[in-house]
Each structure stands twice: as C-alpha cells, then as structure tokens.
C-alpha cells in the first residue's frame, strides 16, 4: 500500500506565503514525477507545477515567479513555497506522486487535498 499525507494548507492575506508538503509512505520501490494540482470551485482541476525525478520543474503560467516546487528523495516528499499569494490562487490543492510499488505496479498516487484560501 502507498500512502500520501498532504500539509501545510490554511488561511492567509493576500500577498502572503504558504508551504505544502506531501510525504509518500508505503511499499515504494521508485518515485518519478512529483506535482501539484489545484481545483477551485466550479473550475476544472490545474496542474499547478510538477517535478521529475532529474530535478526539473515546471509551471503553469499563473504561478511562475510566485511558487516553487521542490522535493526531497530522501524523505519521499514534494513541497510547493507559495509566495505573493493572490485571491485567485485560492483553491483545493492535490499532490501527485508517479510511482513503482515493490510489486511492480506503476502509476498516479493522490494526496487528500488541502485547502488554501486567500482572502482578507
């Protein structure tokens, strides 16, 4: 079994920071691509930022300059630093793990989603 705790989501002003983080547990034998996505309501889910497995990251166009996505082998986690956070930033966020289990499955594991909210 392959587990996804998210953290870090909540409340801030507009032009605040938020970090999450998205730990991966389990029978985990290979991590490749780790990402964010978001879902605001009434919209359709975004892929916010992702990252390979060779450090390269990428953005929607919305974000770029704003957030920063990184990832620790080591501890199997993904985390998305969201500066100068706008209103229209405010949304459900996922994590996305790319993964090979120790028996030999590959595929898209999800996080629980947290909540960012961006609101004076």
């Known amino acids: 079994q392959v587990q996804l705790v998210e953290s870090g989501g909540g409340l801030v002003q507009p032009g605040g920071s938020l970090r999450l983080s998205c730990a991966a547990s389990g029978t985990i034998f290979s991590i490749y691509s780790m990402g964010w996505y978001r879902q605001a309501p009434g919209k359709q889910r975004e892929l916010v930022a992702d990252?390979?497995?060779?450090?390269?990251?990428t953005y929607i166009d919305s974000v770029k300059g704003r957030f920063t996505i990184s990832r620790d082998n080591a501890k199997r986690t993904v985390y998305l630093q969201m500066n100068s956070l706008k209103p229209e930033d405010t949304a459900v966020y996922y994590c996305?793990?790319?993964?090979?289990?120790?028996?030999?499955?590959?595929?898209?594991?999800w996080g629980q989603g947290t909540q960012v909210t961006v609101s004076s």
């Open positions: 990252i390979t497995n060779g450090n390269r990251p």
């Open positions: 996305y793990v790319d993964l090979s289990t120790r028996f030999g499955a590959r595929g898209d594991y």
